[in-house]
């Protein structure tokens, strides 16, 4: 009887070891993302790509065309809203954080998408 018990308790250690796996697996998931980010030239992508860049972002890329960035990052170290406040901080307007005055006005001149007729270069 005793073998019995601990061979049922072995299998549900086993059980329980393999279910918290899985769900650790699950919360660890890479995500994909697609947003707007205001910006207008080379130097802006630089800027916008590298702020995005956070712990747990694996890949970016801001197109200046269609202002849209693409984003892949691991769900489990961060999520879609950090990575528009860390770009907002270096002045860019995303979809969901507008950066402070006094951000947007630490951009070069070339960079000031805000202004009546800003021109893509």
């Given at each position: 009887m005793?073998n019995?018990?601990?061979?049922a308790?072995?299998?549900l250690?086993?059980i329980l070891?393999?279910?918290?796996?899985?769900a650790?697996k699950e919360s660890?998931?890479?995500?994909?993302?697609?947003?707007g980010v205001?910006g207008?030239?080379n130097m802006?992508k630089e800027r916008?790509?590298?702020?995005?860049l956070?712990?747990?972002?694996?890949?970016?890329?801001?197109d200046?065309?269609t202002?849209?960035?693409k984003?892949?990052?691991?769900?489990?170290?961060?999520?879609e809203?950090a990575?528009?406040?860390?770009i907002?901080?270096?002045?860019?307007?995303t979809?969901k954080?507008?950066?402070?005055q006094?951000?947007y006005?630490?951009?070069?001149?070339?960079?000031?998408y805000?202004?009546e007729?800003?021109?893509s270069?």
């Amino acid at each position: 009887m005793k073998n019995i018990l601990t061979g049922a308790a072995i299998v549900l250690l086993m059980i329980l070891s393999i279910t918290n796996g899985f769900a650790q697996k699950e919360s660890n998931k890479i995500t994909t993302a697609e947003f707007g980010v205001s910006g207008v030239c080379n130097m802006c992508k630089e800027r916008i790509e590298n702020a995005a860049l956070i712990k747990g972002v694996k890949l970016v890329e801001w197109d200046k065309n269609t202002k849209i960035l693409k984003v892949v990052y691991k769900s489990k170290k961060t999520d879609e809203l950090a990575i528009q406040k860390a770009i907002a901080e270096h002045g860019h307007d995303t979809e969901k954080v507008k950066a402070t005055q006094e951000a947007y006005e630490k951009l070069p001149m070339c960079c000031e998408y805000r202004r009546e007729g800003a021109e893509s270069h």
